[in-house]
Each structure stands twice: as structure tokens, then as C-alpha cells.
């Protein structure tokens, strides 16, 4: 095998086989030890044996086909058969600005958002928003959701994972913000993609299960965003990404 060698091929040989992540560099002919969590998935849970083939992917592009080497209760490796660049990721940058919600609910806007090709995540304190994390509670939260982000990638086939970043304020969230479309979900009226150009990236604001306070509004429309509405009915805080994304997806994007 060689690293030209292209997925199509490799799954022509190969069939489908499960993706991993594992956040290492990838050489050819290289022998790699599995990280914990995919050494046992594929031992333990997937039952697989040496001889069987994987793909792995980087986390920022890069896929390799291997096999698996040695199985053992202390490591498992792989051998590195080729090497290919990922073609999972959409032609357009959405950065996603999401209030942080309780339970579940976060986990499923930050999967569905990787589902369908955001760029970034930024989980935010909002007026309204009744979740405050800090310290320790915030770093195994934000871990959590980068590992859920991790997640989504593998299932979806991307091979690019999105960073989550650190929760921050909606103030200090938006005074970053340069993108050329920005857009907040609230009941507004208006079309924002009735537009002449694609943009290559947008920032999309949204708020928690009490919905954006006028504190809120007036401080993105200030910063350059355009309300957004998705219809006559209120969507949940989780759902509300999945309709945005995929609208923009649809306009701007590869969906």
C-alpha cells in the first residue's frame, strides 16, 4: 500500500469498516498504539481481531487505512497502510454561537451542529440563560462536549473536528465576530438568504429555552447580526440549530 492510495480505493478492498478518532500523526508503514478509549472499543466492544481493517482519522483532515497489528490487554496497535485527505467538510464556515442549556440538550445541538458541518462552537451565557458553570465543573464540561463533537465526526464521516471552545459571554462572544453574514434566531420577519453572494462564513447566534432578552437582541443587532426566524412556531434551543444549519447548509453550503 502507498499513500497515494485514495479512500475509494481502500474501501473498494475493504468494504465498510468502522472510523475512529486518534489525535496522532500518521506515516505510512508506521506502527501506531491505540489511545485507551479506541484500543477498547475495538477489542471489547467491537470484538476485532488482528488482521481487521479500520480507517483513523486526525481530527484535522487527515484519514489513514490501517489494519489492526497486535491485540493485547495491555496496547493494541495498528499498522498504517495509506493515507488520504478527508472530504467531509463543507465549502462554507459557520461558527456556531449556542446558549448553554441544561442536561442532554447541549450534547444534542453541539452532535447535530457536527452532523451538519459547522466549523466552530462557542457555548455562551446568555441573560436569560440559567446554566453557570466555573472551574473545574466548566473544564469537564467543555471536555465532555469536545468528545460528543469527536463523536459526531466519527459517524458522520468528517475528519476535520470542530473545535468547542471555552464558554465565554454573549458580549465578548460577539465583539469577536468579523464574519460577512451573522444571524440570531428570533421572531423577526425578513429573508436572509434571499442574498446575491455566498458568503464563506457566518456566525449564527443561538439563544436559550427563554429565548434571547431584548438586552441580547439589541447587542448582536449591534454588533452587525440580522434577526433570523424560522417560522411561525417557537423551537426548542436544541432543535434550533438543526433548522438554522441546514437552511444555511441548503443556501450557501453543500446540502
Given at each position: 500500500m502507498s499513500e497515494t492510495l485514495h479512500a475509494a480505493d481502500w474501501f473498494a478492498l475493504?468494504?465498510?469498516?468502522?472510523?475512529?478518532?486518534?489525535?496522532?500523526?500518521?506515516?505510512?508503514?508506521?506502527?501506531?498504539?491505540?489511545?485507551?478509549?479506541?484500543?477498547?472499543?475495538?477489542?471489547?466492544?467491537?470484538?476485532?481481531?488482528?488482521?481487521?481493517?479500520?480507517?483513523?482519522?486526525?481530527?484535522?483532515?487527515?484519514?489513514?487505512?490501517?489494519?489492526?497489528?497486535?491485540?493485547?490487554?495491555?496496547?493494541?496497535?495498528?499498522?498504517?497502510?495509506?493515507?488520504?485527505?478527508?472530504?467531509?467538510?463543507?465549502?462554507?464556515?459557520?461558527?456556531?454561537?449556542?446558549?448553554?442549556?441544561?442536561?442532554?440538550?447541549?450534547?444534542?445541538?453541539?452532535?447535530?451542529a457536527v452532523e451538519l458541518g459547522v466549523a466552530a462552537i462557542t457555548p455562551l451565557y446568555t441573560e436569560r440563560g440559567d446554566v453557570r458553570l466555573k472551574g473545574d465543573r466548566e473544564e469537564k464540561k467543555l471536555a465532555h462536549w469536545q468528545a460528543v463533537a469527536a463523536s459526531a465526526c466519527e459517524q458522520s464521516g468528517r475528519a476535520v473536528v470542530p473545535p468547542v471552545y471555552p464558554p465565554k459571554t454573549l458580549d465578548n462572544w460577539l465583539a469577536e465576530r468579523h464574519e460577512p453574514l451573522r444571524l440570531m434566531l428570533h421572531l423577526a420577519t425578513g429573508n436572509a438568504f434571499d442574498r446575491q453572494d455566498n458568503p464563506a462564513s457566518v456566525a449564527l447566534l443561538i439563544g436559550p429555552e427563554g429565548g434571547l432578552s431584548d438586552v441580547d437582541i439589541n447587542a448582536a443587532v449591534a454588533g452587525g447580526f440580522t434577526p433570523l426566524t424560522l417560522g411561525p412556531r417557537v423551537l426548542r434551543t436544541e432543535t434550533a440549530p438543526v433548522v438554522a444549519l441546514t437552511l444555511l447548509q441548503h443556501h450557501f453550503g453543500d446540502v
Open positions: 475493504h468494504g465498510k469498516m468502522p472510523r475512529l478518532y486518534v489525535p496522532a500523526e500518521f506515516s505510512v508503514g508506521a506502527i501506531l498504539t491505540l489511545p485507551e478509549g479506541p484500543a477498547r472499543h475495538v477489542t471489547r466492544v467491537l470484538r476485532m481481531g488482528v488482521g481487521a481493517p479500520l480507517v483513523l482519522f486526525d481530527g484535522h483532515g487527515q484519514e489513514a487505512g490501517v489494519c489492526l497489528a497486535e491485540v493485547g490487554r495491555k496496547h493494541t496497535t495498528v499498522a498504517i497502510e495509506a493515507i488520504w485527505q478527508g472530504s467531509g467538510e463543507s465549502p462554507l464556515a459557520v461558527h456556531l454561537g449556542q446558549a448553554i442549556s441544561k442536561g442532554d440538550r447541549m450534547d444534542y445541538a453541539i452532535q447535530k
